[in-house]
């Protein structure tokens, strides 16, 4: 049988979904993890511009949003309470600040995260997947737990995990993943035993369960360093002070390579989508905006916000440096046109 959704476009995003004005999508309450950081602050913006649909949101983190965060939600900002918690600390002090705090849940947004301390360069950020995976496994179970202790019971809990869990941040993966493609096991990967912990709980208590496996996130945020565009910015800033062009800073490989990203703000609806929409429960998906691009296309864009030229490639690859990561398991060409 065929079936219809309505949906609208909001300035650059198109192929929102709307929902019927039903009592059930009405004066719901979401608890939001992670709410300072790049996803959660982009759903709460979502989330909070429903008034009708979300009467109460509660932002769970160690730290306060900043200001803006607040401010730039207008009136909303009266609906959206924040919670300081910490989730390496005991269960039962996390129930202790629910049941301080929180009346009801009707939905759980999960966007907490930890990035342990790296060994060498930036490009190790994944390389102690054992210590990733031991300290972000306990922020999630150590909720789940905390969450036991209180008569809370929310319809649905989302959790966020992204492209890691096919294994991109090793190396190629096959593409396009499909969502019940294999676990890669060469490493500990904290996505996992995540689900796991999830999947008993809901087992447990009746509630249903979403994965959403976003790829690369931008979106402008206090602190968003994973977000790639932030080093790109500093570096078109940078060269237009000297008034230098921007040169690229990989080979035509690189240049040519497809690559997709996931705005935060566009998974922010998804995830709205997503828990508001009985057929999706117990689902995991995989989403990204859905147009892939090339840096070869992309960098005559970033000049010109700069107003400054841009050169492609460097053809001399003499000029090169060859760098070996990811656990030594293969090279990659890249950065270092020097
Ligand atoms: N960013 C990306 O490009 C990307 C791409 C694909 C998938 N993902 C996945 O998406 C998920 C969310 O990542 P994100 O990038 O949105 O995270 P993020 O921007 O780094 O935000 C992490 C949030 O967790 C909170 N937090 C950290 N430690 C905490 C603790 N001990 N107790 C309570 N809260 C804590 C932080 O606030 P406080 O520090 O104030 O506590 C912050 O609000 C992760 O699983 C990540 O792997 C991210």
Redesign the pocket.
Known sequence: MATHSVVYSEGSLHGLPSFPDESNLTNLTALV????????YHLVRVLAANPKRWSQIYC????SPPDNFFEDLGEAATRVKHIA????SKPAQIAERLKENVQKIDHVFF????QTQQKGSVLEMWSDASALAEVNSK?LSNFLDGLRLTSLQPKRFLL?????NYGFHMGPATNPSFESDPRVTLEDNFYYPQEDALAKYCEETGAAWNVVR????IGA?RD????FMIGLAIYGAIQSYLKKPLDFPGDYAAWDREFCQ?TALLNAHFEEWAVLTDKAGNEAFNIHDGQSFTWGRFWPYLASWFGIPWNPPEADSSKFRIWAHWNNSFNVQSPGVV
């Open positions: 993890t992670g709410a300072n950081g790049i996803s959660g769970l983190s160690r730290r918690v910490d989730f390496l966007f907490s995260y930890m922020l966020q995990t992204g492209a890691k976003p790829s690369y996130i945020v968003g360093a994973l977000n996931s």
